[in-house]
């Protein structure tokens, strides 16, 4: 579970404590308070666990910014680099970042991508674009920047420049 599943978790069992107490029922203090302790011991050992993963995936996030724009960069090497399990890398990733290893670093590649489009698509290509993003193949860029963004480079290129002419009126 990642931090804003628990934090939802607790909003929803605050919640029904809160209707306990309102209710008033026999015991209803009793059930709040032991509702609130297991909640308490469940934080405590949540919360111990995470310090040593945490900085294997903030070093993990790191790599990854710092090879955004390198084309053969291999994410499972790195992952076997981490001295994990692939598998079990995989869960501790996605519970403190909510995404695979392989989607957050597609989604940095495409948010890096799109300031790209942003700042160059009047100087360079979408094929220049994506190589400069990490993508040696441009139909591979294309087909995941819009699996990402629901639309393909071209288009969101076509966006920008609508957008300036509007800005322009």
């Known amino acids: 579970i990642n931090k804003n599943g628990i934090l939802y978790l607790i909003k929803i069992i605050n919640k029904h404590i809160y209707d306990i107490l309102q209710k008033n029922g026999p015991n209803a203090q009793a059930i709040a308070n032991a509702i609130g302790e297991t909640i308490y011991q469940f934080l405590i050992r949540w919360t111990a666990q995470a310090p040593k993963n ?23 090497a790195a992952i076997d680099d981490t001295g994990f399990c692939k598998g079990y890398f995989r869960q501790i990733f996605k519970e403190a970042t909510g995404d695979s290893p392989v989607k957050y670093f597609n989604r940095l590649r495409i948010d890096y991508a799109k ?16 190589a400069f993003s990490g ?33 322009i009126i």
């Open 54 to 76: 945490i900085s294997v995936i903030e070093a993990f996030q790191n790599l990854l910014a710092r090879n955004i724009t390198n084309a053969q960069f291999d994410i499972s």
């Open 135 to 167: 993508f040696s193949d441009p139909y591979h860029f294309s087909k995941v920047f819009k699996k990402y963004e629901r639309i393909s480079p071209s288009q969101y290129v076509d966006q920008l420049k609508s957008r300036k002419v509007r800005r």
């Open 115 to 130: 300031r790209q489009l942003e700042q160059y698509h009047q100087v360079f290509t979408i094929k220049e674009i994506a």
